[in-house]
């Protein structure tokens, strides 16, 4: 069975960075693509930052970009999404997902077969 265990998440000032980190279990970690989403009350699922399986290339949210990044240790299958400049905007449940095994990343939340709990963002002004 898959599971995927964020941590990381808290409340933090506006300006201060946070690391999230996603645990997977039960699946072939190198071989799939791994996501991070997020979504604010009242707001629909938001594409934050995606790596592939095979050569690490990074995607990004445009509301993100050049301030958060995403990393993956395949050894320890875990990824990760350092934040940096949080701003109140970035106040949400962020979620880790899985693509299925060898498939490219794709920013849509329906291709992903597998999903974590999340861990609640929150920032202040």
């Known amino acids: 069975q898959v599971h995927l265990v964020e941590t990381g998440g808290g409340s933090v000032q506006a300006g201060d960075s946070l690391r999230l980190s996603c645990l997977a279990s039960g699946l072939t970690f190198s071989y799939h693509a791994m996501a991070w989403f997020r979504q604010a009350p009242e707001k629909e699922r938001e594409f934050v930052a995606a790596?592939?399986?095979?050569?690490?290339?990074?995607y990004y949210g445009d509301s993100v970009k050049g301030r958060f990044t995403i990393s993956r240790d395949n050894p320890r299958s875990t990824v990760y999404l350092q934040m940096n400049n949080l701003q109140p905007g970035d106040t949400a449940v962020y979620f880790c997902a899985a693509l299925p095994i060898g498939d490219a990343v794709v920013i849509n939340p329906e291709g992903y077969d597998y999903w974590g709990q999340g861990t609640q963002v929150t920032v202040s002004s």
């Open positions: 790596i592939t399986w095979n050569d690490g290339t990074t």
